[in-house]
């Protein structure tokens, strides 16, 4: 297990926007939005740090709702944060940002702030809201100018698949400090995401090249290869190697459900997976993280259960993602459907 832990704290489902890929909203209205109450935050709060003294991991939280800072008592967990001298990124909105409140967020210690672009402008302000896509970028200027590395997230589906090159140009021209990308998940709306393997596969390919010529010109953003099928793309050119001094069972990285990751929503619940609807493992106002770590947790740490993974020479480095595969299969551990992994390739056993 890594050193570090971290919770995806969702403290709101409050938000400016009504994106259409979003698992609070895409399934129609919602009609009850959550908040906790500060009683509740603090309550939270120890209870993950409790968690991390127990099991001697290093906490550090990712502040997110919704939209957090639309939160009543937001400043004051930003207060709590700073007393307890933890680490933390928010992910959020750019319509609440400008340079004193970015200031304000870095002298809390704030460490990153993550702004999604789902597109380029047509079709980013689709996705969201009209005028998003501008105010986005414009707001990268902010963050940075507070000394805070600003990231931005993209979400790839089939709709928007070939513009992520041209967001990678737009991104680095506004001089984002760090960018991402990961797929789709389908939640129950209509949006088309289906990609076939070799199309993700040519994606990567794409981006690939344009990370290395940015980075050849001296590019300072970092372009962080979130996705776990990055590692079957770099094993097969050659950048990813197989250490010959491994151990059995242990697992050097891939998808950190069951490692080293969960997510606590406003109404307290605990899941194991934010992107798996059905990967609740306990309520936080009701158990303690420490325990609920070691029991409902142990389900998502059976790699064997994986249906192809579990045959391949890169279960310990990727696993590739099961929320894909959960939404689109029906099935935690069914095949991913953008892994192009074959018997021919000499991965599967």
């Known amino acids: 297990m890594k050193p570090y832990f971290s919770f995806q704290w969702h403290i709101t489902d409050e ?18 939005l959550k908040s906790m109450t500060w009683d509740q935050i603090e309550d939270t709060f120890y209870n993950c740090l409790d968690f991390c003294e127990v099991h001697g991991r290093t906490p550090y939280f990712y502040i997110t709702g919704g939209d957090p800072i639309l ?11 700073q007393t307890n001298r933890i680490k933390f990124t928010i992910m959020g909105n750019p ?33 969201r809201k009209p005028g998003s896509y501008d105010c986005t970028l414009e707001k990268i200027g902010c963050i940075n100018r507070a000394g805070i590395r600003s990231v931005v997230m993209t979400t790839v589906s089939k709709t928007n698949r070939m513009e992520v090159p041209g967001i990678i140009d737009a991104v680095v021209a506004a001089g984002v400090n760090v960018f991402s990308f990961s797929r789709y998940v389908p939640s129950g709306g209509d949006l088309d995401a289906s990609m076939t393997a070799l199309e993700y596969r040519e994606l990567l390919a794409i981006c690939d090249k344009k990370f290395k010529e940015y980075e050849a010109e001296g ?5 962080n290869k979130k996705d776990h ?14 250490p010959e001094d491994i151990k059995d069972g242990m697992i050097y990285g891939g998808c950190n459900c069951g490692n080293c990751h969960i997510t606590i929503l406003p109404s307290g619940d605990i899941y194991a997976c934010r992107r798996v609807a059905e990967s609740k ?17 142990e389900a998502y740490r059976d790699y064997g259960k994986f249906s192809k993974c579990s045959r391949c020479k890169l279960l310990a480095w990727c696993r590739g993602c099961p929320a894909v595969a959960r939404g689109t299969n029906g099935d935690f551990y069914a095949d991913d459907p953008q892994c192009w992994a074959t018997e021919e390739g000499g991965l599967l056993r």
């Not at 938000?15 to 009850?32: L, V």
């Not at 590019?219 to 372009?223: A, I, K, L, N, R």
């Open 229 to 242: 099928l990055w590692t079957l793309y770099e094993y097969e050119t050659g950048e990813f190697k197989i």
């Open 219 to 223: 590019c300072e953003t970092y372009f």
């Open 15 to 32: 938000c400016d926007q009504r994106c259409k890929h979003c698992y609070i909203f895409s399934a129609g209205n919602h009609t009850c």
């Open 281 to 297: 493992v306990g309520n936080v106002f009701e158990d303690r993280l420490a325990d609920v770590w070691v029991t409902s947790m």
């Open 71 to 81: 939160h009543p008592d937001f400043w004051r967990l930003m207060e709590l944060m």
């Open 95 to 127: 319509f609440h940002l400008n340079d004193q409140v970015c200031h304000e967020l870095k002298a809390y210690g704030c460490e990153k702030y993550q702004l999604s672009i789902d597109g380029l402008r047509a079709t980013h302000d689709w996705f």
